[in-house]
């Protein structure tokens, strides 16, 4: 289908009939469609693209046509170990890392607006924290409920890829671990992990002008990417860690005036229990160790050495609002490679081939899929 805009129309009034076309494609491609290809969750190893229907909005309501859909380590927990204790169900659209253009919009939504560029807040996209893990992130239309500006979609730059847009949603992770410690720009921070959130929480703090900052991994082209952004880093399957530490940031002490670890802030985004239960024994008086991984194994440790240091055990989850603009913000920085995360792309059709490579390929930090080209 071909439109004709005459030359001779002034700017002003073929701008408005521009827009105007572009109403009429969005709602002619829309005219006789009934279904959508989206990625159902069936069960462990068993993920399924099927056709689903249109979504339509209320008036309160978008839909949006997505565009890019990270794949996340919870999807991968689903795919190996079962979603259940994660929110993610049998028979639940997958995808919660999306980003897309906006193809309808509600009569009572204000300030969001057809071909709009907008990142969705997943714990917020289907009106319950409970859905984040099935927020619908691949399905090719996807209706987001009760849409509000700033609070469940955030405008992008339409300047900005959606190659770089899709790290949002990690970042934001990230970035809320970092953020959650309140941090100071002479401390010290420890992150456990070259992983995505772990890249994340690094150049969030990288990008604030803190300088103090070490990655922890065995990886040595996860270290590398860690250095790219700045960071310094540790291979703790090469160097014991408690001297690596202490030769970085030196030591502090106890309550009974014994030498520890002098780092002030820890975020783990790996999920060891050896992490945890080295930091009640090592870490300095006041430090803080920021919970951030989904750690499946439990801890043991006695809660003495916790209360003599006032050290502190801080839960982080997902994000909000001002970690959201934080990312954002970010990822419009031309000089940031943390978008660089995204190691391989794959198109819808291949989603199972996407999250084989995801779940089997440490050389990937980020597999995307392409949902919409």
């Known amino acids: 289908m071909a439109f004709f805009v005459p030359k001779l129309l002034p700017s002003s009034s073929r701008n408005l009939h521009l827009s105007q076309l572009s109403l009429m494609i969005n709602s002619r491609l829309c005219e006789g469609v009934n279904e959508m290809k989206g990625v159902i969750y ?35 927990h689903a795919y190996n170990l079962g979603g259940d204790e994660i929110g993610i169900l049998k028979g639940g659209a997958l995808g919660h890392e999306f980003v897309g253009i906006v193809t309808e919009v509600g009569q009572s939504v204000t300030g969001i607006h057809v071909d709009d560029h907008v990142f969705v807040n997943p714990s917020r996209a289907k009106g319950s924290t409970s859905k984040l893990a099935m927020a619908g992130g691949l399905s090719q239309l996807n209706l987001i409920q009760n849409a509000v500006l700033d609070q469940n979609v955030f405008l992008l730059p339409q300047s900005l890829s959606f190659d770089r847009a899709v790290v949002i949603e990690p970042y934001a992770v990230g970035i809320h671990g970092k953020n959650i410690a309140n941090p100071l720009p002479d401390q010290s921070f420890c992150i456990f992990g070259a992983g995505p959130v772990g890249l994340a929480s690094a150049s969030g703090l990288l990008l604030q002008g803190f300088k103090n900052v070490v990655v922890v991994d065995i990886d040595e082209q996860r270290l590398a990417f860690a250095k790219k952004l700045g960071a310094q880093v540790i291979n703790s399957q090469k160097e014991a860690l408690p001297s690596a530490l202490k030769a970085l940031f030196g030591t502090g002490t106890g309550l009974m005036g014994d030498e520890r670890i002098g780092v002030d802030t820890y975020i783990d985004c790996v999920g060891l229990p050896s992490f945890m239960t080295d930091f009640i024994a090592q870490a300095k008086f006041g430090a803080k160790f920021i919970v951030v991984a989904l750690g499946a194994e439990p801890v043991t440790f006695k809660p003495q050495f916790l209360a003599m240091n006032e050290v502190s055990l801080i839960g982080s989850a997902i994000y909000t609002a001002t970690d959201i603009k934080e990312a954002i913000r970010n990822v419009t920085q031309a000089n940031n490679a943390f978008p660089e995360i995204v190691s391989a792309h794959y198109p819808l059709a291949q989603s199972k081939q996407a999250f084989e490579r ?16």
Do not use: F
């Open 42 to 76: 069936n069960g462990i190893h068993d993920i399924q693209i099927q056709d689903l229907p249109v979504p339509h909005p209320t008036a309160n309501d978008i839909v949006i046509k997505v565009m890019r859909n990270g794949i996340c380590g919870s999807d991968l």
């Open 358 to 373: 995801a779940n089997t390929d440490k050389t990937v930090l980020k597999v995307v899929i392409d949902v919409n080209n």
